[in-house]
């Protein structure tokens, strides 16, 4: 079965622009869970949807926003981009999210947002 | 809130020769655990998980990981070392609700 699609793979832009990111779950799973990867920070939870509705948030500020459709897919977006937004934007698909991490979970290979 | 530490930020070992990459976690209840692996350029991809069955969990490629309770541990291994296992590695405890908690990772090096 097809996994985990983030699209685009890479993406440059603009301090001050604002970007989206796309993920499709595995199909089946409706959680779907978005981390940021940088070489300071490693990776860190974003936050985390589940049946159109948030679920859980990390410590990151307003900014970064996210959404899921009916068919679990589902996209983050950044505002007003900043230099130390630079990452590799992972998104994690799970079946449930009633458990803790009993389904597991299947990440994406990533996007790579660099901001200039 | 959980937590993960992973002792070893760089681990070298010989191709052949075994691979251990240690993690201790924090947790204020029954932790699920697991181990990840990036290689560069890559998304995660799991090599193992613990959710409270079995202590000894074994994973994908050989390897495979204990859950000691007493010691708060779940360490890594894998008998064998191989060119293609040289990556970079994470443990993993699931906090509440859905999120994850990754350890700072472990880079490991095989040298042939």
């Known amino acids: 079965k097809a996994g985990v699609t983030q699209t685009p793979r890479y993406l440059i832009k603009t301090r001050g622009q604002q970007v989206t990111l796309s993920c499709s779950p595995i199909?089946?799973?409706?959680?779907v869970s978005w981390y940021q990867q940088t070489p300071g920070q490693g990776l860190q939870f974003l936050f985390e949807?589940?049946?159109?509705?948030?679920?859980n948030k990390g410590n990151f500020p307003g900014r970064f926003s996210g959404r899921q459709f009916s068919n679990s897919r589902s996209e983050m977006n950044v505002s007003t981009l900043e230099l130390g937004d630079s990452a590799l934007y992972l998104c994690a698909s799970s079946l449930d999210s009633s458990h803790k991490g009993e389904y597991g979970y299947t990440f994406g290979s990533g996007t790579r947002l660099t901001v200039v | 809130a959980q937590s993960v530490t992973q002792l070893d930020s760089h681990v070298s070992v010989s191709e052949g020769t075994p691979v251990l990459l240690r993690c201790n976690y924090s947790?204020?209840?029954?932790?699920?655990l697991f181990w990840y692996v990036q290689h560069p350029n890559k998304g995660l991809q799991l090599l193992l998980k613990?959710?409270?069955?079995?202590?000894l969990v074994k994973g994908i490629n050989g390897f495979e990981a204990e859950f000691k309770k007493s010691e708060t541990s779940f360490h890594l291994t894998k008998p064998s070392a191989h060119m293609s296992d040289a990556a970079e590695y994470f443990c993993?405890?699931?906090?509440?609700?859905?999120?994850?908690?990754f350890g700072a990772g472990t880079i490991l090096r095989v040298k042939s």
């Open positions: 613990y959710t409270s069955a079995a202590t």
């Open positions: 993993v405890v699931s906090d509440k609700g859905n999120k994850l908690v």
């Open positions: 949807y589940f049946s159109e509705t948030q679920r």
């Open positions: 199909s089946g799973h409706r959680s």
């Open positions: 947790s204020s209840y029954s932790p699920s």
